[in-house]
């Protein structure tokens, strides 16, 4: 007999804006990958995180080192994402956006570009074999490659904004955030805007970048990932909030990687308690659901048990991210229709 907990939140239609796609890959996935290439003697617990364990943000980087090394090929980026695309949708998500970083791999002659087709061609598979869930896709730039890499990255972007059919739709700043500084990523952000690009930017995930923080928020993004460190409880000031919400600019936030990778101290001193009292848009997202081995499920059944919510504050917030996704008005209106369709009778 299934808990009808997990059912309801597994059922509960959802959407996921804030999913790393070389973190979201699953244990069978690694298992799959391992056994192509044995000759480097990973262990599906060198990519993960388990239940109860703790790392810091930086062991957290080296676990993507770890994930890299077995992701290098256009097969592997097709798998992956197939896979990923799959597993998100069994989870009951309906709309999600992937990030990810397009990487060269001299080896095995992966491109830039072919590592974004590659992801399209995941996104098109996967909608042709008729996977109940819309796609979309978020160029990411790691911050601590600087100007350089990050303009290369936002003109790739442009070009398969064009070209993917509406399929990529933005940029995502990512990567260690001790690492590099937005000043220096601004001027690919801003071309990144003006061409129509939307924009989710790592913003304030560890203490101490009041000075990027607020030099971002003046582009302004279109959604903040995180934003762990930005009201003045933790360090950050009444300010950068007031911006935050002048602007309206929502939040994704993901509980159990805040806690696994140590930002937060646990689940209850979580920001989403702050910004949810303020009546802000917030979006539970996964962040790397492989990695930290969860899902969206989890996250939106943790974020009720730990903060008190009914079954109907929860379909509200699952409902109210719609809003904030970077698809066109028109696959906002086809959501809003799916939820009005699975709405169940009471609850
Ligand atoms: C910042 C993160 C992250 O791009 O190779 N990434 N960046 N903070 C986090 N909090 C835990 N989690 C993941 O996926 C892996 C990459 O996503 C970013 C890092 O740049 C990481 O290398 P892709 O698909």
Request: with cysteine; net charge negative; glycine share 6%.
């Amino acid at each position: 007999v299934m808990d009808s907990d997990v059912v309801f939140y597994r059922e509960l239609p959802k959407v996921e804006l804030h999913a790393h796609l070389n973190g979201s890959v699953s244990a069978q996935t690694i298992e799959k990958l391992i056994s192509r290439k044995p000759q480097l003697n990973i262990e599906r617990s060198m990519t993960a995180i388990g239940k109860g364990q703790r790392r810091t943000l930086d062991e957290c980087f080296e676990v993507f080192k770890v994930i890299h090394k077995l992701v290098d090929t256009e097969e592997d980026i097709l798998m992956v994402a197939t896979d990923v695309i799959r597993e998100f949708a069994a989870d009951g998500v309906k709309y999600l956006e992937l990030r990810s970083t397009p990487r060269e791999e001299k080896d095995t002659g992966l491109t830039k570009k072919s590592y974004i087709e590659t992801v399209i061609k995941a996104i098109q598979q996967c909608k042709d074999e008729g996977v109940d869930i819309d796609v979309r896709f978020l160029v990411a730039i790691d911050r601590r490659n600087g100007t350089e890499v990050a303009l290369e990255t936002v003109n790739l972007a442009e070009e398969f904004m064009l070209s993917s059919d509406g399929l990529v739709v933005g940029v995502d700043l990512s990567g260690d955030p001790t690492v590099g500084h937005g000043r220096y990523l601004l001027p690919a952000l801003q071309k990144a805007k003006n061409s129509g690009l939307k924009l989710s930017l790592h913003l304030s995930e560890i203490p101490s970048q009041l000075d990027e923080t607020d030099l971002l928020l003046s582009l302004p993004p279109d959604r903040i990932g995180h934003g762990t460190f930005l009201h003045p409880d933790v360090g950050g000031s009444q300010s950068l909030v007031d911006k935050v919400v002048q602007k309206n600019i929502p939040i994704e936030l993901c509980l159990t990687s805040n806690v696994k990778g140590k930002t937060v101290p646990c689940y209850s001193k979580h920001h989403f308690k702050y910004w949810y009292e303020l009546g802000h848009p917030t979006v539970l997202c996964t962040d790397d659901k492989g990695v930290f081995c969860t899902d969206l499920s989890q996250e939106y059944q943790l974020a009720a048990s730990t903060f008190g919510l009914s079954r109907e504050a929860v379909w509200k917030l699952s409902q109210q991210a719609i809003d904030c996704i970077f698809g066109p008005e028109s696959v906002k209106q086809q959501l809003r229709q799916k939820w009005n369709d699975l709405h169940p009778q009471v609850f």
